[in-house]
């Protein structure tokens, strides 16, 4: 059973960083692109940056200059540096990846950013 593991959430001051992990574990042969996404109260969940698996990125506008996404494929792990935090981006994070041509999705990890 593959599955997708986020860590690193948490309450931060407006200004502050946080660094998300999510690692893959179980039967993988191949990890594709892997992905961010974030959802706050009564909102849809909306793409933060994604990577793919040659280490290509792209960001949402609110975040470039501000989030890093990266990838270790050796340890099936990929992260999101966080600097810079506004309030507005608190929200529950995703970790998103096709992993053996599956789209898998992660249980989610709390974000708050205090003002």
């Known amino acids: 059973q593959v599955q997708l593991v986020e860590s690193g959430g948490g309450l931060v001051q407006s200004g502050g960083s946080l660094r998300l992990s999510c690692a893959a574990s179980g039967s993988i042969f191949k990890i594709g692109s892997m992905g961010w996404y974030h959802q706050a109260p009564e909102k849809e969940r909306k793409l933060v940056a994604i990577i793919d698996s040659g280490g290509g990125t792209s960001y949402d506008d609110s975040v470039k200059g501000r989030f890093t996404i990266s990838r270790d494929n050796g340890k099936n792990t990929m992260y999101l540096q966080m600097n810079s935090l506004k309030p507005e981006d608190t929200a529950v994070y995703y970790c998103?990846?096709?992993?053996?041509?599956?789209?898998?999705w992660g249980q989610g990890t709390q974000v708050t950013v205090s003002s």
């Open positions: 998103q990846a096709i992993i053996n041509g599956q789209l898998k």
